[in-house]
């Protein structure tokens, strides 16, 4: 991977290199065995596109984010309540709401009848409509780690520093919002049925639904202050 102007240049052995200017990108998720130069890495960061990198499973390793962005509104709000005595548990009783919420979305549309909401009963179930449908562990992998491709590129937008752990270790932001706006997703695709043969196909799928999952961030984080606010 390369920076060529205001572009990233990709080369490929025997094929020819292929452009994407930077300004029609809102993140990168660098396959397995992408070579990156140092150009590259501060072309993307320098305008605030972030970068997650996956394995060959399809998990995220990791991602880099722009760190001299001004404080947002979000941010500030949400640092101040956090430091509250009470604020970890009140977080908790957020995280724990909002995942049942999009549990019993989920469990309505697959099953009425199921009557253990536990999450690992409704994980199950979700698994096993998941390989009955053909999907596989590699793309569920995959979809995940697009998730999380979202969440950061939100967090990016909004000036929101990646890690609310920064502020306190009991504060997984990232991981938390990734997996809200995952079962948020998981409604489409069990409403649209989707089918893809590549990896290509599976991240175009997910593509129509990126606004859709930023403003149910964006939701969630204010729900998430309004409720602490109230408290």
Same mark, same amino acid.
């Given at each position: 991977?390369?920076?060529?102007?205001?572009? =990233?240049?990709?080369?490929?052995? /025997?094929?020819?290199?292929?452009?994407? &200017?930077?300004r029609t990108l809102s993140r990168v998720i660098s396959a397995p065995g992408v070579e990156w130069k140092d150009l590259a890495i501060r072309a993307c960061l320098s305008v605030g596109i972030p970068i997650l990198f996956r394995d060959?499973?399809? *998990?995220? @390793?990791?991602?880099? @984010?722009?760190?001299?962005?001004?404080?947002?509104?979000?941010?500030?709000?949400?640092?101040? @309540?956090?430091?509250?005595?009470?604020?970890?548990?009140?977080?908790?009783?957020?995280? /724990?709401?909002? @995942?049942?919420?999009?549990? =019993?979305?989920?469990?309505?549309?697959?099953?009425?009848?199921?009557? /253990?909401?536990?999450?690992?009963?409704?994980?199950?179930?979700?698994? *096993?409509?998941?390989?009955?449908? $053909? $999907?596989?562990?590699?793309?569920?992998?995959?979809?995940?780690?697009?998730?999380? $491709?979202?969440?950061?590129?939100?967090?990016? /937008?909004?000036?929101?520093?990646?890690?609310?752990? $920064?502020?306190?270790?009991?504060? &997984?932001? =990232?991981?938390?919002?990734?997996?809200?706006?995952?079962?948020?997703?998981?409604?489409?695709?069990?409403?649209?049925?989707?089918?893809?043969?590549?990896?290509?196909?599976?991240a175009s799928w997910l593509w129509k639904h990126d606004e859709n999952l930023k403003n149910q961030a964006y939701e969630l984080v204010w729900l998430l202050i309004c409720a602490m606010e109230g408290w």
């Open positions: 991977m390369h920076a060529d102007g205001p572009a =990233l240049r990709i080369d490929v052995f /025997d094929r020819a290199s292929t452009r994407f &200017p930077l060959e499973q399809g *998990n995220c @390793l990791g991602y880099m @984010l722009h760190t001299q962005r001004e404080r947002h509104d979000l941010y500030e709000r949400l640092s101040i @309540l956090v430091t509250r005595t009470d604020g970890s548990q009140h977080y908790q009783d957020w995280k /724990d709401a909002a @995942l049942r919420r999009a549990h =019993l979305k989920f469990v309505h549309l697959i099953d009425h009848h199921l009557q /253990d909401l536990r999450p690992a009963t409704v994980i199950k179930a979700f698994e *096993n409509i998941w390989i009955q449908c $053909g $999907g596989t562990e590699n793309e569920l992998a995959t979809l995940r780690t697009l998730v999380t $491709g979202i969440a950061v590129s939100w967090i990016a /937008d909004h000036s929101i520093p990646e890690e609310v752990e $920064g502020i306190d270790a009991r504060y &997984p932001f =990232l991981i938390d919002i990734s997996e809200l706006l995952f079962w948020h997703l998981m409604v489409f695709w069990r409403f649209e049925r989707p089918k893809w043969a590549n990896p290509q196909q599976l």
